[in-house]
């Protein structure tokens, strides 16, 4: 335990301006001229704050005791949190502990101890209390863009069927104390047809209550124009070693689509990824991107997750545009669909003097059905991002490339020729079925 010097308050005038300004003092007699008590003084100060919806304690306990040895003091105080207590001590080691708080009180920082040394030659030593009374649980509903929503209906239940029906306006925060400790489930409804909820879990979220309270569930809603809003017209997906992959369709009334969100979960809209974090990929405006109001896409990430773990789980993908319009989100079951993978006969990059990297792809597929290709480079460490000891990958074109024509890979800008560990192609059919190939030799 450390022990703090506190060397305040010296003169025996800043002693009596200190006990004149104390609510409670637990020794007899401030008066410099008296014969009563001596310094050095302990002086315990509290600040308590209670949520809104929660009963403070009207009295806090304190026990001091000494941890020296060689004095013997051990006493327990109760006091108004309002209050200052002094006590008059002898030289000497103590612990000062908060005791007997309601469960819904917390001291956030530190913990309930705190220990001083207190020396013949100092005045008064200070120890500060801060107790927070926390309600069981805070609901928060964030909602913005176009019309967005206002309010929305909310039910709280927990593990033994105690229910709380309400309504929580949007972007404000709802505190709610009726739960005992325990896994809670808290739902919303009334989301309007043009918002979507973005948040992990959906319209569904779930948290453990501990008894000290103090447990946050925050939903996330975004709205959009339904007139001018993404909307994903098919969409599968499938892994292949280690990888997710799939590919989509989605409709854009006013060609603007910026980027979309990727994620694996368990079906229920809780993410299985390492990092429990969805994936973002922008610049989808781009080359073919440019081209009429329905776009094919075709992706994958590396995410070293092994195959036997994203059986039965569900990829998530959900489409904005340059606007923040956002589309619903397209939920497909892995491997749902059936069918064969492709089956690739050759591939083959090579590098063209400095200037670039061409790729050539021969394969087929059982199912007569392959939509197009995702292509990664994996270059030097520190090429694309900053060094971290792993080397760089980096996607050609967050679209992907329909069919199997590859284009070529520029080696005079930021990738030069020698940066190049790996070309990466996955050849990705029509039912989410894949196949991964890749050249580590650019001289052949």
């Known amino acids: 335990m450390k022990y703090k010097r506190l060397n305040v308050l010296r003169s025996t005038l800043a002693a009596a301006r200190f006990c004149a300004a104390a609510s409670v003092l ?48 051990d006493r327990e105080i109760t006091v108004s949190p ?34 001083i040394t207190l020396l013949e030659t100092d005045n008064t030593g200070i120890i500060r209390w801060s107790v927070e009374c926390r309600t069981a649980v805070t609901l928060s509903v964030l909602s913005d863009g176009f019309s967005p929503d206002k309010e929305f209906v909310y039910r709280v239940r927990n593990a033994s069927g105690q229910e709380t029906i309400g309504i929580v306006p949007a972007n404000d925060t709802l505190n709610l104390s009726k739960f005992a400790s325990g896994e809670v489930t808290i739902d919303i409804g009334g989301v309007a047809p043009n918002c979507t909820v973005t948040s992990e879990g959906g319209l569904r979220q779930r948290i453990t209550v501990e008894k000290t309270g103090g447990a946050a569930i925050a939903f996330r809603v975004v709205c959009s124009d339904e007139a001018k809003r993404p909307q994903i017209l098919s969409f599968t997906s499938g892994y292949t070693l280690g990888a997710s992959v799939f590919q989509f369709k989605v409709y854009d009334a006013d060609q603007n689509i910026d980027g979309y969100y990727f994620n694996l979960t368990d079906c229920q809209g809780n993410s299985v990824l390492p990092e429990k974090r969805q994936r973002i990929r922008r610049g989808l405006r781009g080359g073919r ?22 059986v039965g789980r569900c990829t998530e993908i959900r ?23 492709p089956a690739v006969r050759f591939m083959n990059s090579a590098l063209v003097g400095l200037s670039f990297i061409t790729t050539a792809i021969e394969a087929s597929d059982p199912d007569n059905d392959i939509v197009g290709t995702f292509v990664l480079v994996r270059v030097r460490d520190g090429v694309l991002a900053l060094p971290d000891g792993v080397p760089d990958l980096g996607s050609m074109d967050p679209i992907g490339y329909l069919g199997l024509d590859l284009p070529l890979i520029p080696t005079t800008g930021r990738i030069k020729w020698d940066d190049v560990y790996e070309v990466i192609v996955y050849v990705i059919d029509s039912k989410g079925n894949a196949i991964r190939v890749s050249d580590e030799d650019m001289l052949r």
Do not use: M
Request: glycine share 12%; aromatic share 6%.
């Open 26 to 73: 637990l020794f007899a007699g401030c008066n410099e001229n008296q014969t009563g008590p001596k310094p050095p003084y302990l002086a315990i100060v509290t600040t308590l704050t209670a949520w809104k919806g929660v009963t403070p304690p009207k009295t806090v306990k304190y026990r001091v005791h000494e941890v020296t040895g060689l004095k013997s003091f």
């Open 319 to 341: 489409v904005f545009d340059a606007t923040t319009n956002v589309s619903e989100i397209a939920v497909h079951k892995i491997g749902s669909d059936g069918g064969s993978p």
């Open 82 to 115: 309002k209050d200052t207590t002094i006590l008059s001590v002898n030289p000497g080691s103590y612990v000062i502990e908060a005791i007997d708080l309601p469960t819904s009180c917390v001291i956030p920082r530190g913990g309930p101890e705190q220990g």
């Open 289 to 310: 991107g440019q081209v009429g109001d329905t776009l094919t896409i075709v992706g994958a990430f590396e995410l070293g997750i092994a195959p036997s773990e994203l």
